[in-house]
């Protein structure tokens, strides 16, 4: 079992960046495919990006490419999301989460994940 807890959210202007941090801890971090979802108000939880265990394979949304970047270091129990040119249509609660067992692949649908952050607020504002 691993415990995720996602930091970096807040309030940002049109344009901005801010960088979300997943600390993992309870289990063997570099075991897991690893994802960040978001949901805003009213709108299902839709993944923006995710990772492999290794890195070597990544997805990033049509939505966000060119704008967020994944990346995790296992040595660190930690996955982060790069946002950058953000975006009014970018705000929501950004979630991390685990994958067991997906070997080198990727985990894009929400019903592939076993472990769920709380959550961290993004507000983008113009």
Not at 27 to 53: H, L, N
Not at 80 to 91: A, G, N, R, V, W
Request: aromatic content about 10%; overall charge positive; proline content about 1%.
């Amino acid at each position: 079992q691993v415990q995720l807890v996602e930091s970096g959210g807040g309030s940002v202007q049109t344009g901005g960046s801010l960088r979300l941090s997943c600390s993992a801890s309870g289990s063997t971090f570099s075991s897991y495919a690893m994802g960040w979802f978001r949901q805003a108000p009213g709108k299902e939880r839709d993944c923006v990006a995710a990772i492999s265990w290794s890195c070597i394979r990544t997805y990033v949304a049509d939505s966000v490419k060119g704008r967020f970047t994944i990346s995790r270091v296992n040595a660190k129990n930690t996955m982060y999301l790069q946002m950058i040119s953000l975006k009014t249509e970018d705000t929501a609660v950004y979630y991390c989460a685990a994958a067991r067992a997906r070997g080198e692949n990727l985990a894009t649908m929400e019903r592939e994940y076993d472990y769920w952050g709380q959550g961290t607020q993004v507000t983008v504002s113009s």
